[in-house]
């Protein structure tokens, strides 16, 4: 029981932030507006556990990535609000191009023959 | 960022308001969509999981994390070791007793071997002695010397040094002083510069300098009260006035051999002995070197046999088959004594083993009582890894306590020991605490709270939750239960090793004892004499009537039975040789080639003294004197060895250089003159006796009378012998003095010291091992008796005997100590033959030790065990299931 949150920080670290970062690119937002975001935008695919996405926005905060403010939201209820700051723009851009990069080559690795079509 | 509490706890709360508010929108967003408002908190709290554990990896994001947790386990820590004080304390008090002992004889190992000697560049000095055909490491001769010295491409300096001793008058009461006769370049080779004055300088060693000498800081404090008046001043030794030129500084202590606590430095020129010029003279004269920069011993014995080899060419009479012993100078102090240190902090190192596995032992137990506290805090959201953490924090807060209190200890008693050794430990002043003593200390510590601290964190950590939680922490803990099994037999073993290297030197100092010496040890006393200065004026003649005046004048003394002078040698104490070649052979052309005897000049009562047996002849009288022919008594190894088939008595032999030929006149037992261990193994063992008043004239100059001793047996009744004597020597004139008195027992007694000491430690720390394994198997045996009350309960009620539970428990206990026993006796055969050469008279892997010793630990096992079993076996049933 106890182990599980580590394990699925460790597995989905890299992809999170990702997911993080390109949620927040459309404006700022509060961490359960973030998971709410991610759930719909997958289709009801992708669950983030919250035990995953609050360690994930303060690391991402640490890292200066994104940064964080309080807000008073439509239920007169104050919010942390995460926005993304220049460094997590650039940093998205070259996660992209890197996700980007793994998922061809994982495609190719499925479809080899696609591949030699192409060439 | 920087850590500050107040910052810390706005953002703990900010966090906790975070976390709420995505509770609240959860909810709200599950009401909107129909949910009761009670079923939508719950499940948006159900979604969310353990706020905790999501708050605890949330806050290790933010970067101080682990500072964080060492506090919050530390202040945890110290608060549960408060709640049980007396686990803490017994703790506590076992590693410091383990810890203490290992910081103390580490610091020592430390001072005497690891540390290098206390002189700039202590790897470039050595010590150069001659080799010879019967010596591995002889006296060099004066002139050789100095040939080495010029010759040599090697050594950036090299000096002579001769321990001496004088009568020194004129300041107070005559006192014998030790000296030590160097050349002037001995304070260059060592770095060492006076703190006031100078040293001497080149060409004052020669023979015919000046007399002049340099006095250590102690004598300076002593004699002159520190003043620097001092230089210039006249020092009377042995009636000739040497003028002060410089003085060592404090602290310098340097022993050479056994020669230490030197007061005055006189140059080698200044022996007036005639022998020193000869080339071929063995005066006791050895050297110490420092060798260029970069070069090795090796290369250093490479260039010094050249040397010699060139002087052999050169001087084939004397110096043939001499050459050059070079061996670094820390080797040289320290050598016996490392076996004997390594072998005691191994044996130390095995108690503080020992303790640490029954600390482990407590904590397992402990662990086992606190099985529900860490079960419940994993249901709170406690990693793993953390309570691991929490544990090895409580263990290693146990133990840097217990390693400071033991460094306390350490600190406190190892000088305190160290003056009370019956050893003379060279460099024993440079025992201190230095950085790598307080480094050993705390890497032993943090070993031992680890090692303890990780046995049961590593059980508790993997016991499952939900058996813990049902069990109220009684736990079915097999694994617990091997782990103790093991704890056992490690100790087991560890203490049988102990056991059987105490026994070991136990046995080896019983069959030293056991040796027949050669003589009658018990009421002799032997001392120094110095006769005063004036003696030396007088002619030979005037010289004999002084010493037969000493002599008649300790004879005379109520409660003395026998007494007599000796030129030099005493047995097991300080040994004479003399160089001869037997009557009727041709006279070897070199001294080289002549045979060489241990030499005893003794008068005619020393072996009625002695009570050594005369096997055939006789000895000497008191007619065998300066008027008569000479003869000597020789001793049965002499006798085998130079007259093989032959009756020695009547032959003669020619004395090299105590006045030619002289008649054998008995032939008196073997006395073992190196020592009741090693006496069988030497070389040089034939012996001969010569009477004293026979000495060549030349040799009664008092400059030859250093080291002239005086031996007396005495009635055990009498109280005071060595005052009555010094009295009696005083009422002759102030400037006789007596010095160095010990009794013979004694001196056989410190010839056993280094083993005595040896078996006194390893036995105090066998017994230790022996009391902590038996608590050990107690505690264990307690504990699994505990832990199966109602299992044996059960099978009380049942219809088992008492004697089949008594049988349950003994076998258990015993299974475990059998495996231990046997474990120990494999590790104690592998490492007692590296203490072989502490034993005497006894295999490294004697089978009566061994054997006896395991049965004496497999008696105290079984009495350990016994205990707890004939509590097992008085259980009650209906007690026992009504427990559950």
Redesign the interface.
């Known amino acids: 029981m106890t182990p599980r949150y580590q394990n699925r920080i460790e597995l989905l670290q890299g992809t999170l932030d990702l997911l993080i970062l390109q949620t927040l690119r459309w404006g700022p937002q509060h961490g359960y507006g973030i998971s709410q975001a991610i759930r719909t935008n997958s289709g009801d695919i992708l669950q983030v556990d919250t035990g995953s996405l609050y360690p994930a926005l303060h690391r991402l905060e640490r890292q200066k990535w994104i940064s964080a403010d309080w807000k008073i939201s439509g239920n007169k209820q104050r919010v942390r609000v995460y926005r993304l700051t220049a460094k997590g723009r650039k940093q998205l851009a070259s996660e992209r191009s890197r996700w980007a990069q793994v998922s061809d080559a994982i495609a190719g690795v499925l479809n080899p023959a696609k591949r030699e079509s192409e060439t | 960022m920087t850590f500050s509490f107040w910052h810390r706890q706005k953002r703990d709360s ?2 906790e ?3 709420q ?2 509770l ?3 909810a ?2 599950r009401t909107d969509r129909g949910e009761t408002l009670e079923q939508a908190t719950s499940a948006a709290r159900r ?4 706020i905790t ?2 708050k605890e ?2 806050r ?4 101080w994390a682990s500072l964080e947790r060492l506090m919050q386990d530390l202040r945890y820590g110290l608060r549960m070791l408060a709640k049980s004080p007396g686990f803490a304390a017994v703790t506590i008090l076992t590693l410091a007793l383990g810890i203490g002992p290992n910081t103390a004889l580490f610091s020592v190992v430390n001072g005497v071997l690891f540390n290098p000697l206390p002189y700039p560049h202590p790897d470039e000095l050595v010590w150069v002695a001659e080799s010879k055909p019967n010596f591995a490491t002889g006296s060099i001769s004066f002139p050789n010397f100095r040939d080495w010295q010029k010759n040599n491409h090697t050594f950036s300096s090299m000096a002579a040094y001769r321990p001496y001793s004088y009568n020194l008058t004129g300041l107070g009461d005559a006192e014998q002083l030790r000296a030590m006769l160097i050349t002037s370049d001995f304070f260059t080779v060592l770095g060492v510069h006076p703190v006031l004055g100078r040293s001497f300088v080149p060409g004052e060693d020669e023979i015919g300098a000046a007399p002049i000498a340099m006095i250590t800081a102690g004598f300076w404090k002593r004699k002159f009260a520190s003043s620097p008046d001092a230089i210039g001043k006249p020092l009377a030794l042995d009636g000739k006035n040497y003028s002060i030129v410089g003085v060592i500084p404090p602290g310098f202590d340097l022993a050479l051999g056994s020669f230490r606590n030197v007061d005055v430095f006189v140059p080698l020129g200044q022996w007036s002995n005639p022998l020193l010029p000869k080339r071929g003279a063995g005066l006791g004269i050895h050297g110490i070197g420092r060798l260029n920069q970069g070069v090795s011993i090796a290369q250093a014995r490479a260039d010094m046999q050249g040397v010699t080899e060139s002087l052999a060419a050169e001087y084939p009479d004397v110096d043939k088959g001499i050459g050059a012993a070079v061996r670094s100078l820390k080797q040289t102090m320290v050598g016996e004594m490392r076996l004997f240190l390594l072998t005691l902090l191994a044996a130390v190192g095995f108690v503080l083993l020992i303790a640490c596995v029954n600390v482990a032992n407590l904590m397992v137990a402990r662990s086992s009582v606190r099985a529900r506290e860490f079960a419940i805090r ?1 249901a709170l ?4 890894g953390r309570i691991l953490r929490q544990l090895l924090t409580e263990s290693v807060l146990l133990s840097l306590t217990g390693g400071a209190l033991g460094l306390l200890l350490a600190g406190w008693g190892t000088q305190a020991v160290l003056q009370r050794l019956p050893v003379n430990l060279p460099r024993s002043s440079e025992v201190s605490l230095d950085a790598r003593v307080l480094i050993f200390a705390l890497v032993i510590s943090l070993a031992c709270g680890i090692f303890f601290g990780l046995a049961p964190a590593f059980k508790s950590a993997r016991s499952d ?1 939900h058996d813990s939680l049902k069990e109220g922490g009684r736990g079915a803990s097999g694994t617990r239960r091997r782990a103790q099994g093991i704890f056992v037999i490690v100790e087991v073993g560890m203490a049988l090793v102990l056991l059987i290297a105490a026994g070991l030197m136990i046995r080896s100092l019983g069959a030293l004892w056991r040796v027949n010496p050669g003589f009658d040890p018990h009421n002799i006393l032997t001392f120094g004499v110095a006769l005063p200065p004036s003696t030396n004026h007088g002619g030979p003649a005037e010289a004999r009537a002084a010493l037969r005046q000493l002599n008649d004048a300790l004879k005379a003394v109520p409660g003395v039975t026998a007494s007599s002078l000796s030129w030099g040698a005493i047995p097991l104490e300080n040994d004479d040789e003399d160089l001869f070649w037997i009557e009727g052979k041709p006279k070897p052309a070199s001294d080289n080639d002549m045979s060489w005897a241990l030499s005893y000049v003794v008068q005619e009562s020393y072996l009625q003294l002695m009570k050594i047996p005369l096997e055939r002849g006789r000895f000497f009288t008191e007619r065998d004197n300066e008027n008569t022919a000479h003869v000597i008594v020789v001793d049965d190894v002499f006798a085998k060895q130079y007259f093989p088939g032959q009756d020695p008595i009547g032959q003669h032999i020619f004395l090299q250089n105590k006045g030619g030929r002289a008649e054998i006149i008995g032939i008196v037992g073997h006395v073992k003159q190196w020592g009741l261990d090693t006496d069988d193994t030497e070389s040089l063992r034939a012996q001969l006796y010569f009477p004293y008043m026979q000495l060549p004239d030349q040799a009664l100059d008092a400059s030859s009378w250093s080291g002239t001793a005086a031996l007396v047996r005495y009635d055990p009744r009498t109280p005071a012998i060595a005052d009555e004597l010094r009295i009696a020597m005083r009422k002759l004139s102030s400037g006789h003095a007596m010095y160095a008195a010990q009794t013979m027992d004694e001196i056989i007694s410190s010839s056993l010291a280094t083993r005595r000491v040896a078996m006194i430690l390893l036995g105090v720390f066998a017994a230790l091992a022996l009391g902590l394994a038996s608590l050990g198997i107690y505690g264990v045996i307690s504990y699994l008796v505990g832990q199966r009350t109602q299992e044996i309960g059960v099978r009380l009620a049942l219809g088992a005997k008492h004697v089949d539970v008594l049988r349950l428990i003994l076998g258990e206990g015993m299974k475990m100590a059998g495996l231990g026993l046997a474990v120990g006796l494999l590790a104690a055969l592998g490492l007692t033959r590296l203490m072989a050469g502490l034993l005497f008279g006894v295999s490294a892997t004697d089978p009566l030790t061994f054997v006896s010793l395991a049965a004496l630990l497999a008696i105290v096992a079984l009495a350990a065990c016994y205990i707890p079993a004939r509590r097992a076996m008085r259980v009650d049933p209906i007690v026992a299931l009504r427990y559950e």
Do not use: C, F, K
Not at chain 2, 60 to 63: A, D, H, L, V
Not at chain 2, 381 to 384: E, V
């Open positions: 900010e966090l308001e975070e976390l508010s995505h609240q929108m959860a709200h967003d979604d969310l999981g353990n554990l999501i990896v949330t290790e994001m933010w970067g994993a959201g406690a990693s793993r939750l």
